[in-house]
């Protein structure tokens, strides 16, 4: 059974502070994916990665940056949180040429 | 630009009638689709999908339907209940992108009336 673990569940955190948000998967999936979920908006890629030490951006990747030096880790990066990254983070891993992809529970951030 | 659009975001039935939700796309290169589902505060799942060298795919109460010639496709879910009350998305993804990437509408939240 695949499992997506995400560090947090609801997080908060202030205006200019750095978060750092944390995804697992136990699959030994090669690709891995961040998402927001927004209202009216649907789920919109931030960045996603292919393989341990490589990225690529997604849709929306201003204002974050990830890392991944495990191929079991996605770590996305706030470099200066803002209001407007209030959202729902999702995190999604699938097996190389797969497109089924396998989601986290979702971390609720709220920058104030 | 949306590439992919699901135009209603919401959609009400009864118990036991059917829900037929949509989504449109624009880009010509997306071949293969699917359908997830989300329950609040948890992550989407996989429902079903299909390729684009078909019509029709069906998993027991759900369907799922493909007019490429219209760029649109439809899942079907046939009868509705109670516990298929979620927020529905679409995806879609081109064989061409690395990671297999997909693009998502924006929602449609089904709601099955008792």
């Known amino acids: 059974d695949v499992k997506v673990t995400q560090s947090s569940r609801y997080l908060v955190k202030r205006t200019g502070e750095k978060v750092f948000l944390e995804c697992v998967q136990d699959?030994?999936?090669?690709?891995m994916f961040w998402y927001r979920q927004d209202p009216g908006l649907g789920l919109r890629l931030i960045y996603f990665s292919y393989d341990v030490k490589m990225k690529e951006k997604g849709d929306i990747p201003e204002g974050y940056s990830v890392s991944r030096e495990k191929k079991e880790r996605f770590s996305l990066i706030l470099e200066s949180a803002s209001t407007n990254q209030t959202s729902m983070y999702l995190c999604a891993s699938s097996r190389r040429l797969a497109y089924e992809q396998y989601f986290g529970p979702g971390t609720r951030l709220t920058v104030t | 630009d949306q590439q992919v659009k699901q135009n209603s975001p919401s959609l009400s039935v009864q118990e036991g009638r059917i829900s037929i939700l949509n989504c449109d796309y624009t880009?010509?290169?997306?071949?293969?689709f699917l359908w997830y589902k989300k329950y609040p505060a948890e992550g989407p799942t996989f429902l079903i999908s299909?390729?684009?060298?078909?019509d029709k795919n069906e998993d027991g109460r759900f369907t799922v339907f493909l007019n490429k010639s219209a760029k649109h496709l439809s899942l079907h879910i046939v009868p509705s209940q109670p516990g298929d009350s979620a927020v529905y998305f679409c995806?879609?993804?081109?064989?061409?992108?690395?990671?297999?990437?997909?693009?998502f509408g924006e929602g449609t939240q089904l709601t099955v009336n008792p």
């Open positions: 995806a879609a993804s081109a064989r061409e992108t690395s990671g297999s990437r997909l693009t």
């Open positions: 880009n010509s290169m997306f071949d293969y």
């Open positions: 699959m030994d999936h090669e690709n």
């Open positions: 299909i390729s684009s060298i078909k």
